[in-house]
């Protein structure tokens, strides 16, 4: 399977790391240059950024942008394509994970990672690989560090954020019209939440999106409401699935990320 690292030219340490853990899984993959906070596209006060539950600040607009680039290569390509941030810590059964999912029929979108919040889950599973299943998704909360994508999946995101954009992980949250699976136990989570799993990392992170600076002014009535909107579909989204899914934290070994 393809796999993509979102990384920043300036984020050396970040890459190093990356390289270094998917050598170490015996994995291939192509460094996909982030777009960069000072990029034109990201400082930009089109009309466009102003769709959101809020308003966005330039990091994030960048991280976004990132991700649609992701998603248009994968479109250019035709395969199924494993997305990564460059603070993804990835479990040791992320190769034969990605072997599986290569013969998985029908799934648009595969999450691997978890980060500590409540996910709406089917009851039911499907057996992956060995002590690994994958789950229907139909509620995310957070988390856009290590997802595998397929064509289909990625033409949806890009329809959706040609109207709409917001956080990645938001955009991928919203996604209701998309078939999305969760491999649990999950088999990546970022650097930030290793520390409350007991799992070790080679550095402290520091967010390139925290560290953006402020939006110089508050959200207005028409980004409550939107916001408002978003809650009120998370709801009815949960209420649709009644009796065959549940709201629960995914499982996770923390054995599983260790060398």
Known sequence: MDILVINL???????????????RLGLAYERLDAISA????????????????????TTEKACLLSHIAAWERIIATGRPTLVLEDDAMLSRRVPE??????????????????????????????ALVPGLVIRRLYQDRSGAAAYVLWP???????????QTPGLADAVLCRAYGMTSYQVEPACALQ??????????????????????????RKPGPRFRARRIAAQLRMGLRALGQLGRADRREIDLKPDDFQP
């Open 191 to 216: 650097l930030d939440r290793c520390a409350s799993h007991g799992i070790a990392t080679p550095f402290a992170p520091v967010s390139s999106i925290d560290a953006g600076a402020a939006v110089d």
């Open 9 to 23: 030219p300036s984020a050396t340490e970040r890459m190093t790391f990356m390289a270094a853990q998917l050598q």
């Open 97 to 126: 994970v990605l072997a599986a999912l290569e013969n998985i029929q029908n799934a648009q979108h595969v999450t691997l990672e978890v980060r500590g919040r409540r996910k709406l889950v089917a009851k039911r599973a499907s």
């Open 38 to 57: 000072s990029d034109p596209a990201a400082q930009s006060r089109a009309p466009y950024w102003e769709r959101w539950e809020r308003p966005l600040k």
């Open 152 to 162: 289909d999946g990625a033409r949806y995101l890009l329809e959706d954020t040609r």
